[in-house]
């Protein structure tokens, strides 16, 4: 089977705002866009932004392992498998754009060599009590830092 890879413009448009959709990108499962919003508000996932040249503009996206797909799937969220790759849900009650719009522009940008950014990455790593954290926390901890500090 062919898995087709979408590009990050194709993935980041959304029509069906009673849809939100999923992509496989290595082992984790990513959000872009309104349906970062969604599961920001279904399961309070840090979102990421970025300026991303090839669109020409500021996405947001939130992910999760793999392995946290299946608490996804529940009575409320109906899935319809696109690609191996792709996964989209359909949603009783629509995005509402006014209100993703608000929630990406509270998002701050983590900018590169920003000392700021660098002593709040810092005070995130001293704050967080893996004693009392599962392992996929701490791997989802883990891999949110390393995106930070690759974006800087």
Known sequence: MTIYYMTISEKIKHNNLNEVNLYLEGVFWIAYEQSAYY????KGYKPTKKFVKVVG??????GFPNAALKDMVTTSLQTTPNAENHIVFEIEEAIDEENFLSWKAGIVIVRRNDEANQICIL???KNFDMSNKTPIECMLFLSELKKLIINN
């Open 57 to 62: 503009q500021e996405v947001v996206s939130v």
């Open 123 to 125: 005070e995130q790593i």
């Open 39 to 42: 599961f920001w508000k279904l």
